[in-house]
C-alpha cells in the first residue's frame, strides 16, 4: 500500500498514527505530496483520487481508497485483534460521532490556515474567521466538559482529537488551545507522547 500524504496535514496524520496503533505502519509506503487548493492542480493525486486531497492510499491492485475516515476504516479491519472503531451500534454511533467533531475542527483548522496564509489578503474574511475560530472554541469546551470519554481505550475519535491538538500547535500555537481546558490538555501529554504521534510530528 502506498499513502499519498504530507506531513502537515492532521488527515493524513490521522491515517498514519492509526497505522502505527494497528502495527501496520511497515505495510504503508509513503509518498509526499503536495496539495493547496487554489494552486497549479495536481493531476497526479487528481489520477487517484478526483477531490484531489490527501490523504489517498492506493491498494496493490490499483484501487485508491479515500477519504481519512474510510482509509482508517479499512486499516482498522486489516487487524481483528484491535478495534480501533468499535463494531457495536450503540458503541460505534459514540465514537464515530466524537470522531466527527474532531475531524470537523480540523476541517475548521484547515480551512483557517488557508483563509489566512493561503487566501489573498484583501480577499480574507473575517467574520468567517471568527466564526471558525469560536467552533474550535466551542468543540474543545465539549471535549473538556465530556473528558470522561477520553478514558475510554484508545479509539478512531481520541486519535483524531490528538491530531487536531498537534495541528493547533503546529499552526496556531498562539492561540493557547489549552488554557482553560486542563482537563484535555493532560489528556493531551499522554496522547502525544504515543509512539504513534511521536513518530508522526510535522517537520514545519
Ligand atoms: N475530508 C478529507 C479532508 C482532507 C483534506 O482536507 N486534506 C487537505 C490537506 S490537510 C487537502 O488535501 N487539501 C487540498 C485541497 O483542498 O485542495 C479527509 O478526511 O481526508
Redesign the pocket.
Known sequence: MKLLY?D?????RKVRAVAYELGLQDRIALDFIK???GAEPNRELGAANPL????TLLLDDGRSI????V?CEYLDGLVPEIALIPSDGAQRAEVMTEHALA?GLM?AA?GLR?ETAVRPEDARWPSWIADHWDRIDTGLDWFEANSGRLAEPINLAQIALGCLMGYLDFRFAEKGWRSNRPKIAAWGETMLSRPSFTETVPAG
Open positions: 504530507a502537515a496535514s492532521p488527515f493524513a496539495a493547496v487548493p484531489r486531497k490527501i490523504p479515500y477519504d481519512s475516515t482509509i475531524n476541517d484547515v488557508y
